[in-house]
């Protein structure tokens, strides 16, 4: 079991997405991604951050001392060597509630290795732009299915790869309990005026709509 972990960034703040949004969390950033995605919010942060060593037992005390919860982000927590961190984070680390936000590399591979005991939930944002990332995601959502950790956050825009994606949810009865669509955007105008379209989708997928709320108000 590691001792510590290597990572970009950690910084105490709030869940602005999905089923904890508003809740406080430590948030610890990988650097690592399998996928390389152009439009990603993080990706200057990722290529101009070098990685540094952080103990888990610091990252205990500084649970200990805000008494907040931990999100696990990225890069991608489950690809290389960030999924053992992973792994040791969760096992290791007392808090009452973890986020891991993934685009599900290895998501299968992580809930196996997973203190069943423990508070996670796996919040998979699905990376929908060839024919192989639907293939890849039709095939993990088999396995993932009926698995009450795992939460979906979706970017919603009027794509066809994207409608076809929700159209299988709704015919594998996923849970939309567990659905959460957001609009697209990086800056609150932006989000404002997407929203409607993401709120009508909303509405007929019965799915959960998330504000992205860390944009609108600017805590991150």
Not at 56 to 79: A, L, V, W
Not at 98 to 127: A, F, Q, R
Not at 146 to 162: A, F, G, Q, T, W
Request: net charge neutral.
């Amino acid at each position: 079991m590691s001792k510590s972990i290597r990572i970009i960034e950690n910084f105490h703040s709030y869940q602005g997405e999905g089923p904890d949004a508003g809740k406080k969390m430590l948030f610890l950033r990988f650097k690592r991604c399998n996928r390389n995605c152009c439009w990603c919010d993080t990706q200057v942060r990722l290529r101009i951050s070098n990685e540094f060593e952080y103990s888990i037992r610091d990252i205990q005390d500084s649970i200990n001392e805000y008494n907040t919860n931990m999100c696990i982000t990225g890069g991608e927590p489950t690809f290389g060597h960030n999924l053992n961190y992973t792994i040791d984070l969760i096992n290791t680390i007392k808090c009452n509630l973890v986020n891991v936000e993934t685009n599900g590399c290895d998501l299968v591979g992580l809930i196996e290795k997973v203190n069943k005991n423990k508070n996670v939930k796996y919040i998979l944002s699905p990376k929908l732009f060839t024919d192989e990332d639907m293939i890849f995601y039709k095939d993990l959502l088999v396995k993932i299915k009926d698995n009450e950790s795992v939460y979906i956050k979706l970017v919603y825009e009027e794509r066809d790869m994207i409608i076809q994606f929700l159209d299988y949810l709704k015919e594998t009865g996923f849970d939309t309990f567990r659905i959460f669509l957001m609009p697209e955007g990086v800056d609150r105008k932006t989000l404002l005026a997407h929203s409607p379209i993401v709120f009508d989708a909303a509405e007929k997928y019965k799915t959960n709509f998330s504000s992205r709320e860390h944009i609108i108000y600017g805590f991150i």
